[in-house]
């Protein structure tokens, strides 16, 4: 039994039409929390709540948009708007060129999703955390953050401004009982690699040729844990791997 009853807790995912969102959102409705789900394809959301039921609320906006998001989130009813746990899960990577020949329309559609769709949704829930004194914000990082690679340029650098930005809030928010988390995965096996590669089946397989990656399931798990670990504890970062997956040697050009 965990120390928070997540029979009392109202959780916010962006981005549960898919991968961890979708997990993160079953995972809690599982374990009987209720769920705001959100997302920007109104069917598959529609289909979740047909699944899951009254316990999950669902809500269709574009997390790059900050007047629908703002917006949607005051559109909640009475018994889903006191948001006690907002997971920041929308994201995407889109290419793995290097910094020459990527597309900076790629690059502007990252900083817009991961870096400002994280910023509205988490304004968005700050202010009725801070007046009920009791909130957890966590939001996805990845190990992209930490550990740099080849045409990883502004997804990784993406995730270095979530995993700071939330380092940063803590500290804001010293004096509140609001609680700061990110979880930073390595390769997981969802949509993601197929939104990165714009659809191409056969570039998305080839990062998991050969590997068992994380699951979402796996990401859900670190997610769920935070979130209901006692209200004294915060858990400031999780980084998770698969275990086939570590880390290289620095390269050098040699002449
Ligand atoms: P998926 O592609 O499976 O899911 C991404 C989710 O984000 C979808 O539900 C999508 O919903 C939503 N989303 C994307 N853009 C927007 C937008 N503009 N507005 C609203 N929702 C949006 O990928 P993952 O589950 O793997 O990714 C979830 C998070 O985890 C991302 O932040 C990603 O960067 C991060 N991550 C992923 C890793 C991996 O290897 N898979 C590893 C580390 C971190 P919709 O399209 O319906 O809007
Ligand atoms: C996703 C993990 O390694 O593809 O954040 O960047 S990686």
Redesign the pocket.
Known sequence: MPALDPKSLTVLV?????????AIARRFVKEGAKVVA????GG??QALKKELGARVHVLE????DRKATEKALTTLPKEFAEIDVAVA?????LGLEGAPKADVADWDDMI???VN?LLYTVKAVLPGMIARDRGHVIA?????SDFPYPGGNV?GAT?AFVGQFALNLRADLLGSNVRVTTV????????????RFKGDAEKAAAPYKGIE??N?DD?AECVYWAATLPRRVNINRVQVMPVMQAFGPFAFRRT
């Open positions: 962006t981005g549960a039409t898919s991968g961890f969102g979708e959100t997302g920007r394809r598959r959301l906006f574009d997390v790059r899960n929308a994201g995407l990577a817009a999703t991961n769709g996805l990082g990845s190990v992209a997804y995730k930073e995965p390595g390769l997981a096996e969802t949509e993601f690699s197929l939104v990656p994380l979402a990401v």
